[in-house]
Each structure stands twice: as C-alpha cells, then as structure tokens.
C-alpha cells in the first residue's frame, strides 16, 4: 500500500510552512543568524515536542520560527519542505505563512513573500510542481492588527491565493475577523479558516456564515452538530483535516479514535494533510500510510481523497484537468 500511496499525485491544502522547519535547519538558521536557542541538540529539541494541547504547540512553533530573520532564510525553508513533498509524491502544496509572528520580530511583510515565492517558483521550475500561497491571520491578536497586515500586502495581492486564519482558536471565534474577511472577499481574495480543531462546532457554522470561506481547515468537530454535518455534506465545502496533528495535539487519543471514518460516511468532503509536519511526525504521505493502517481504507477510498484535494485547489484548471487524467490511471 505504501509504495501505491507514494505513487498517488497528492495535493497539500494545510501545510503551515514554518511547521515545516525541522530541528536540524533550526540550528543551522540559528548559527547563521547569531540566534541562541534554548535547546542544547536535535535530540532535545524532539524530546520538547510532547505537547498537551494547541497551545503547548504553539509556544514552541513561534519560538522555533524566530530564527527565520532574512529572505535566503524562508526560501530554504521552503525550499527543503517542497523537496520533501517531491519525494513523498506530492504534486501541488499550498503554502500558509503568519506574517505577523514575522512582523511582530521586525521582519518586514516583504521578506517572508519574496523568500517563499522564490522557492515556489523554483519548485515549479524544477519538479512541475504547482504551489499557492495563503496569508493567515492570528486570530489570538487582535483583528485591527490583522487588518493593518492586509492593508499592508497590497503590492502582493496578485500573488495572494486565499488569506486564511490560524492560532488559538478557543475564545477567539471567527465573528472577531469578520470586517478583515469582508475586506477580503470585496479585494477579490479567497478566504479560508481553522474552526473546530479544538473549538466547537458552533464556530464551524460561524466561519461559514460570517467569513464566507471556502473551506475549512480541520473541521473535526462538525460532528457534534448533525445539521451542520447535513450542511456541510450538501454544500460540499472540503476540510481540511490534518490527522497526525490531531493525535498530537490530544485532539483524539489515537488515530484509530479519529472521526475521519464517521466524516467519510456522512459524505463530507474531506482532504489529507500534514499541518506542521515537523512537529506533528511526518508528511502528507505519513498521514495517508498511517490512516491506511489505522483504518483499513481501500485504494478507492485514498483515490476519492486525493480527488477531492485536487478538485478544491488552487490551481489553474488545465492543471486541474491534468492530474484528475493523472489519478484515474492510478
Ligand atoms: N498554526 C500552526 N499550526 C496550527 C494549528 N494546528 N492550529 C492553529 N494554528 C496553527
Ligand atoms: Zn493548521
């Protein structure tokens, strides 16, 4: 199954691209920046990884990001993720970034943009590999901060995919944002939101109606809400659940506790992805060989996921058309 689902052309639509930086780049950006970092070696570094909520995850991912100071910085970043996901069989990876966890360390808008556009393209040019951006807001600061970012990233709305909305979710429901959104959507840019990872299924419903978004990032717990589970089965707005995070994060005790199947057989729409891979253990391809192993699922149900993910991308159709021929030959 392994070897199937590497050969699988697979589409990344969560992948937060400074939860990619793994603990050996970490040192090395730490040494080139002259940034003292608290831990003493890789092995401590993994050993810190044990978290107990979001929270306890988010501390460490923003303290890790700080070494991340300079363009050349978020370009190898970027660029050993997208060669990892090369590897792994990956063909298409939207990248979010949090501009303000840059802003907010004297790291102007301008350094994470060009940084990883550079790597964008050059994984394009280098693999075919296709790519979008998504600019997230932090919705633990407040929403006139997150408005002066998008008013600020002008210059860079031709290249913004969609703008998205992460970090501490409970207390900070989606409603706070929604001028920021509203201002978005009248830019023209797609919008996408976290909502129910470890929040309810109430702030779900909220993003749909209040930010418009096209589709949800985790979204695991919908089921708590079967009207809202009906809604999301006929509109067929795709989350995106990210299943090791959720193990790692005590979302659910264990994979096999994940309620992925009961999602799938309620028809929602539903894509796989890696979330913060360097701190949630592994890749895309990891979390499809552990639902694989976890849940039995058959070679059809892995080609409806990867469909899904190809079918809501951003991308340009003519790709689009391209790996749907793609993946019906697998
Ligand atoms: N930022 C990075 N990873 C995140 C996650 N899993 N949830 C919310 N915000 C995040
Ligand atoms: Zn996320």
Request: glycine share 6%; proline share 5%.
């Amino acid at each position: 199954m392994k070897t199937w689902l590497q050969a699988l052309p697979k589409v990344e639509l969560h992948l937060h691209i400074e939860g990619s930086l793994e603990p050996e780049l970490m040192f090395a950006l730490a040494e080139r920046n002259n940034i003292a970092l608290p831990y003493a070696s890789v092995e401590d570094v993994q050993a810190a990884y044990d978290f107990s909520d979001l929270q306890s995850f988010l501390d460490l991912y923003y303290l890790g990001m700080r070494v991340l100071r300079t363009e050349r910085d978020f370009y190898d970043l970027a660029m050993a993720y997208l060669e990892r996901a090369h590897g792994e069989g990956v063909v298409h990876v939207e990248l979010s970034f949090d501009p303000q966890a840059h802003l907010s360390r004297g790291v102007e808008l301008a350094v994470p943009f060009e940084g990883l556009r550079l790597a964008m393209r050059e994984a394009e040019r280098r693999w075919g590999m296709t790519t979008a951006l998504i600019m997230s807001f932090l919705r633990d600061r407040d929403a006139e901060e997150a408005m002066a970012v998008l008013e600020k990233a002008a210059p860079y709305y031709e290249v913004i995919d969609a703008v998205g909305l992460d970090s501490a979710e409970m207390g900070n429901p989606p409603a706070k944002f929604a001028e920021v959104f509203e201002r978005a959507k009248a830019l023209g840019i797609p919008r996408v939101a976290h909502a129910g990872e470890e929040g309810p299924a109430a702030y779900i419903s909220e993003a749909l109606d209040v930010l418009d978004i096209c589709r949800v990032d985790h979204g695991v717990a919908c089921l708590e809400d079967a009207m809202l589970v009906e809604r999301l089965r006929k509109s067929q707005v795709p989350l995106t659940v990210c299943p090791l995070s959720n193990v790692r994060l005590k979302v659910v005790e264990t994979l096999r506790d994940h309620p992925l199947p009961t999602m799938l057989a309620h028809g929602v729409k539903i894509t796989l992805n890696s979330d913060d891979p360097a701190y949630f253990g592994g890749g895309v391809l990891d979390n499809f060989v552990a639902c694989a192993e976890a849940f039995d699922w058959d070679r059809d149900t892995f080609r409806q996921l990867a469909g899904n993910a190809i079918e809501v991308a951003f991308m340009p159709e003519s790709r689009r058309q391209a790996l749907l021929k793609q993946l019906a030959a697998c």
